[in-house]
């Protein structure tokens, strides 16, 4: 993956991140307010989606790291299996 389109897949992520915590504040705020549990719930399965975007998001951020001594191919190969997730 070039470095043109990691960039594009991180801002992506952020992107849902930001939203999805928008979404999380919304069902959470809707779901005390009506008395609603499966809103409160539905809220608490919406964060449990940001944190895996989360880990998306750093497993590509350390991924665009260059090659160094250590790591000839870069970290890609180590954080495969994290980032496809």
């Known amino acids: ?17 930001v939203i999805n915590t928008f979404v999380w504040i919304l069902r959470l705020i809707a779901g005390v307010l009506s008395g609603s549990s499966a809103l409160i719930a539905d809220a608490w399965h919406t964060m449990s989606d940001n944190a895996s975007s ?15 001594e250590l790591h000839p191919y870069g970290p890609v190969n180590r954080l495969m299996l994290l980032h496809s997730s």
Do not use: Q
Request: glycine share 4%; net charge positive; no cysteine.
């Open 1 to 17: 993956m070039g470095s043109k389109a990691r960039e594009a897949e991180k801002r992506e992520v952020f992107a849902a991140i």
């Open 54 to 68: 989360a880990i998306i998001y750093l497993a590509s951020k350390i991924a665009s790291k260059p090659p160094d």
